[in-house]
């Protein structure tokens, strides 16, 4: 095993396609998945939560995963609300390029897959639903969430999925403590030892 990380930027590991078949947003879909990148397999245990615990994302506006892997949360908003934008953001050029192609085969046209600097400096995001890479850190998980939550509009919601016994409680206290002033934040429901925490723009 490589020291290697799925939130590498540019993985130097062959890509080694795979292809699964995955349920989202009530549609079957046909997926194309990867070596080095976040669960290749299937939709892993704590995005199948968010996306079966989350309340139907806005039909309209752009709409914000971060994080996105090869892409789950990202096709079944596009999937759900076929008038909004979403933006996918990833730092792992690999898994952009595998939601790009996987929109495409599901005939979602309203999905941009890029990195982070690439999303417009003013663009505001009518919600936000992350697995977020907890793995990368605390203090890049940190920064991560500094840089989004303060980018919901006024009134919207952000939607993470945290496993319990990686930190969900202490990662709520934490967005209580640093993003009081932007974000109320609560715990939304918790299934199958993740919790789902809902962050609200103030």
Not at 58 to 80: E, K, M, N, R
Not at 129 to 156: C, F, Q, T
Not at 163 to 188: C, E, F, H, P, Y
Not at 190 to 197: A, F, P, V
Request: glycine share 8%.
């Amino acid at each position: 095993m490589s020291s290697e990380h799925y939130f590498t930027p540019e993985p130097g590991s062959e890509m080694r396609r795979r292809t699964i078949t995955a349920t989202l947003a009530g549609r079957t879909m046909t997926i194309t998945t990867a070596a080095g990148v976040f669960s290749p397999d299937r939709v892993d245990p704590g995005t199948g939560v968010l996306l079966a615990g989350t309340p139907v994302p806005p039909a309209t506006g752009h709409l914000l995963d971060v994080g996105c892997g090869w892409g789950p949360i990202t096709l079944s908003l596009a999937a759900l609300s076929p008038e909004a934008t979403v933006w996918a953001v990833d730092v792992n050029e690999r898994v952009l390029q595998l939601v790009r192609e996987n929109a495409q085969a599901a005939g979602l046209t309203n999905v941009n897959a890029v990195t982070p600097d690439d999303v417009p400096e003013g663009l505001r995001f009518a919600t936000l639903w992350s697995n977020p890479p907890i793995r990368v850190g605390k203090d890049e998980l940190h920064g991560l969430l500094r840089r989004w939550l303060p980018r919901l509009e006024e009134g919207a919601d952000a939607w993470l999925v945290v496993q319990k016994n990686l930190g969900s409680d202490s990662l709520q206290r934490w967005i209580a403590d640093d993003l009081g002033d932007t974000v109320d934040v609560a715990r939304a429901s918790t299934s199958k030892g993740y919790r789902i925490l809902r962050a609200r723009r103030r």
